[in-house]
């Protein structure tokens, strides 16, 4: 279990570091082949790519495979992601940990290095002022609850285990941006393929969620294929400041 050094400031990985009112998407961290680990934060340059879509076509050689994941997750919700689209210039992406591990679970830091990462996090969505957080694994669930109920920061919103196998997801309001937790991308594909996750149950509320956050971008219809009729008026409620 490591106590690393951590960096204080918020960090989003694009070039456009003062982007408002996007869809932040949250890994845990870089990961890191075994035995090749690098805990401090301050030992991890800050990388930035122009944009979400910059590592997402796995044609590329500096494909990014948490971002291809995503992109894939996207499509299945009807969400067309492309270099410069509305949805390419909404999403603000970032990590709850800004070094490299293998593997990114709950003994892998000690608990106050968890939370300093999530109020790292929610803190920064608040001051990009964020329509919304997507944080992709569940091991930081417990500390995010922790962070919720602490001083009464949030509303925790539909926690309790349910009866639907939807113990997935998890979702909540910090102040006045709604949350989702969910598994790792990479972990839901392992699960697909061994079909031991309902995850039908899950996708209709995932989908939902992301239609909130996003109301202005364009959703295609998963069963016709062709794009549902939206007001696109703003690239995801985002601007320049």
Known sequence: MY???MRQDFSVFVETPLIKGGLIVCG????????????????????????FYNGCNRADPEFDPFRGNVAELFLSFGYNLSKNSALDKAIIPT?????????????????ANWESAV???????????????????????????RFMVSENRGT??????????????????????????????AYLRRQRVKKTLNLMEMHEPMREWLKMVLPDIPVMDTNTKKHRRVDVTTAGQCSMD
């Open 156 to 185: 925790p919103l539909n926690w309790q285990e349910n009866t639907q196998k939807t113990s997935g997801l998890k979702i909540g309001k910090f102040k006045d941006i709604p949350f989702m937790i969910t598994y790792h991308y």
């Open 119 to 145: 109020k790292r996090l929610f803190n920064g969505a608040e001051s990009l002022k964020a329509s919304g957080i997507l944080i992709t694994g569940m091991s930081a669930r417990d500390y995010i609850w």
């Open 28 to 51: 845990l961290n870089w990961g890191a082949a075994k035995g090749h680990d690098v805990p401090n934060e301050t030992d991890v340059p800050t990388w930035h790519s122009a944009t």
């Open 3 to 5: 106590n690393i050094k």
């Open 95 to 111: 990590n709850l940990f800004y070094n490299k591990t293998c593997g990114c679970s709950k003994g892998t830091f000690v608990e």
